[in-house]
């Protein structure tokens, strides 16, 4: 197989692609109204290139456009060499189009409505390789419509692959003609041809820069049709700008370059069309933007109002995590004194039932304990129950209904301004995510706080903690042990001094006691500051974090598919203007400049 085969199956497989990418993106389900535009844009774009890609190998469809009285068909005649369509300064000339064919090229494929075209067949070489349409004028006087020239200029350019933009002194700054040209240059490779250079002035670098804005010009050519015309039929060569545009003609419209004006001519209207539909989503990206700070600054609204009740919360069932705290601070202490006197402090409500059970000596005393024992075990359970429930009541995210309700209608009127479908089942979505949050919030938080609790264990068992708390709580009962074991084993052998009796040891029993609250006081306190600190932490962090993400999920959802999808029509247009400019710089043939 030729390089040439292969680079031309090679563009067909690219451009099939980028097809196939746009069919995709114009057939999703889209919930942002300003994408549906774009999307039927992009499904008539698709349409339209049908009859370009059945048309690969066909001769190529070269058409003169110009105003009134530009010498359109002077310049007709002169590129055949022979008068074969109407020439004069008449307004207009040409009123019924000229089909000018070589008489081997077959015309079924070319789409042209053959049947209101004039097709005049003449043996000469430019013919071998395009067939040759003299257009109806645009700047008439008539009206709109498909029986006037206008009309059917119209109807004829959007199946042609090249354009001589023929135009005078006179006639390049037409508005009416720039108009029918932008449109008619969506698809076209362009020649830009000056004639009547017999009596107008050069005027082409003033007309390059009209036109280079919108248009990409390589060749622009000044000549004369009717001297043309008379060299030719006196047997002479064309001579000047006329024999080089013939020259050009002959090289850049050859059977080789016809597969690559083509694909040009299609990836010119992809582009052009994607441009329009990137046009008519623009001015509506802020809507996004707006909708997600609103989103954004609701979620901060009701976190912040979260932190607030999820501190207080916490905090109401504080003695809850530091019961957890203290029994997990007594198991990882280990045996010591001051390990003991903590379990005493767990321990007292059953010693103290323990005492009150051996003390009874009748079974009216046995039944009085056990009564009261019961109402004091059942306040402790409900006492646990409503701090349980406390906890429990974290699974609404510390959000009001009544708050939630007024953000989602916040939300809503964000929602309808941003131009998206409105969609019932919004508030739900919002109240099931809600409810999700919620759950797997409370999951979260217990994790947390028996992570706080084995940490705040940690730090309150190690050995510094425990050394300070152990030598300050035994100071007292050493100074005891001692002035009592000074008392017996010195004081009364050796110096013969009576043995403390009562007036000491209720003193310093009672002092003990003292000195064993103290003690027992300090780390409590010290317990419950880092259980408090930690848990406004928690509190704080959760708030501001993770708690909210999946609250209004359903609105950013919204906003994140759309501009997911704008993406995507964002990198296809970027994809066909990187392959446009490719075929450009293999090509010196006009276009039209990339939207």
């Given at each position: ?12 497989a690219?451009?099939d ?71 004069g ?37 430019l013919?071998r ?12 006087s ?43 240059a ?10 009547h ?19 990409r ?6 000549v ?40 040009a ?5 992809l ?26 600054e609701q979620?901060r ?17 504080r ?32 010693l103290?039932a ?35 429930q ?10 009001d ?54 940490d ?6 190690g ?16 100074f005891?042990?001692?002035?009592v ?19 000491f040891?209720?003193p ?16 409590l306190v ?33 906003g ?5 999808q ?13 392959l ?6 293999d ?9």
């Amino acid at each position: 197989m030729h390089m040439d085969d292969l680079a031309h199956l090679d563009w067909l497989a690219r451009i099939d692609t980028v097809r196939e990418r746009l069919a995709l993106w114009a057939a999703q389900p889209v919930d942002w109204e300003p994408l549906r535009p774009a999307q039927s844009l992009t499904a008539r774009l698709l349409a339209r290139l049908e009859p370009l890609r059945l048309r690969w190998e066909d001769p190529l469809i070269v058409a003169t456009f110009g105003g009134t009285g530009t010498g359109k068909s002077s310049l007709v005649n002169a590129l055949i060499g022979e008068e074969v369509t109407p020439a004069g300064k008449q307004r207009p000339t040409t009123r019924q189009p000229i089909l000018l064919a070589h008489p081997e090229t077959d015309l079924a494929n070319c789409l042209l409505p053959l049947d209101r075209i004039e097709i005049v067949r003449r043996d000469f070489p430019l013919l071998r390789d395009i067939v040759l349409l003299d257009c109806p004028d645009p700047d008439t006087s008539e009206s709109d419509g498909e029986a006037t020239n206008l009309g059917r200029l119209q109807e004829l350019l959007p199946l042609c692959d090249v354009l001589l933009y023929v135009s005078t002194q006179q006639k390049y700054r037409s508005a009416k003609v720039g108009d029918e040209l932008g449109k008619a240059a969506e698809s076209c490779r362009l020649v830009f041809i000056q004639t009547h250079a017999d009596s107008d002035s050069d005027l082409r670098d003033d007309w390059r820069k009209q036109l280079e804005p919108h248009y990409r010009i390589a060749e622009m050519f000044f000549v004369d049709s009717r001297l043309a015309l008379a060299e030719q039929r006196s047997g002479q060569q064309p001579t000047g700008d006329f024999g080089r545009l013939l020259t050009f003609l002959s090289r850049e419209l050859a059977v080789s370059r016809r597969a690559g004006i083509r694909r040009a001519n299609l990836l010119d209207l992809l582009d052009q069309g994607l441009a329009r539909s990137e046009a008519l989503v623009q001015p509506c990206l802020p809507l996004l933007t707006q909708l997600d700070e609103a989103i954004e600054e609701q979620r901060r609204k009701l976190g912040r109002t979260m932190a607030a009740h999820l501190a207080d919360e916490l905090s109401s069932c504080r003695n809850l995590w530091e019961r957890r705290l203290l029994e997990q601070v007594t198991q990882s202490w280990g045996v010591s004194p001051f390990a003991g006197l903590l379990r005493v402090y767990q321990a007292q409500a059953m010693l103290l039932a323990s005492w009150s059970l051996t003390r009874a000596r009748s079974t009216a005393q046995l039944a009085l304990w056990g009564a009261w024992q019961g109402v004091r075990w059942i306040g402790q359970r409900q006492a646990n129950q409503v701090e349980e429930q406390r906890l429990s009541r974290l699974t609404d995210l510390g959000i009001d209904a009544t708050e939630l309700r007024a953000a989602e209608f916040t939300l809503a009127g964000f929602v309808h301004a941003a131009q998206f479908r409105n969609s019932t089942a919004m508030a739900e979505a919002d109240r099931s995510s809600s409810e999700l949050a919620g759950r797997n919030f409370l999951t979260e938080v217990s994790r947390r706080l028996d992570e706080i609790i084995v940490d705040l264990a940690r730090r309150n068992t190690g050995w510094f903690v425990r050394a300070v708390f152990e030598i300050g709580f035994l100071t007292l009962p050493a100074f005891l042990m001692y002035r009592v074991g000074r008392n017996f084993f010195y004081d009364s052998f050796w110096l013969e001094r009576p043995l403390l009796d009562l007036n000491f040891y209720i003193p310093a029993a009672l002092f003990f006691v003292l000195w064993s609250s103290l003690w027992l006081w300090r780390f409590l306190v010290r317990l419950r500051r880092g259980v408090q600190t930690e848990i406004r932490q928690l509190a704080t962090e959760l708030a501001q974090t993770t708690s909210l993400d999946d609250v209004f999920a359903a609105q950013e959802t919204l906003g994140r598919t759309a501009r997911r999808q704008w993406s995507e029509l964002q990198l296809l247009r970027e994809t066909v203007s990187a392959l446009r400019l490719t075929l450009e710089s293999d090509s010196r043939l006009g276009g039209r400049q990339s939207g």
